[in-house]
């Protein structure tokens, strides 16, 4: 069983930075897939990041260019760095792993418990 907890989140002003992080445990010997979503209240939630197979990067069209996702192996660490922060950019952040390659579709079967960012113009 897969554990995530997600940090870093926290309130900013408009075109500030942040880096969440996600902690993994419970790992196997199997390869996981990760990535990063993100979800507003009364709306879907949207794959932000993600890492895919042979460590190809996929970016949301909204964040690309402001946003990284890495990881950090010997940590068991998944990070989210993100800049030029926009007010749009508020919402509750997921990372999430899954043994199949999903992307950024938000099939994967880990989930953390989220962190919150809030972005003020």
């Known amino acids: 069983q897969v554990q995530l907890v997600e940090s870093g989140g926290g309130s900013v002003q408009a075109g500030g930075s942040l880096r969440l992080s996600c902690a993994a445990s419970?790992?196997?010997?199997?390869?996981?897939?990760w990535g990063w979503f993100r979800q507003v209240p009364g709306k879907e939630r949207e794959g932000v990041a993600a890492?895919?197979?042979?460590?190809?990067?996929t970016y949301a069209d909204s964040v690309k260019g402001r946003f990284t996702i890495s990881r950090d192996n010997a940590k068991n660490t998944l990070y989210l760095q993100m800049n030029s922060l926009k007010p749009e950019d508020t919402a509750m952040y997921y990372c999430a792993a899954d043994e199949a390659n999903y992307g950024l579709i938000s099939w994967y079967k880990y989930w953390g418990q989220g962190t919150q960012v809030t972005v003020s113009s």
């Open positions: 890492i895919r197979s042979g460590g190809i990067l």
């Open positions: 419970g790992y196997t010997r199997r390869n996981y897939y």
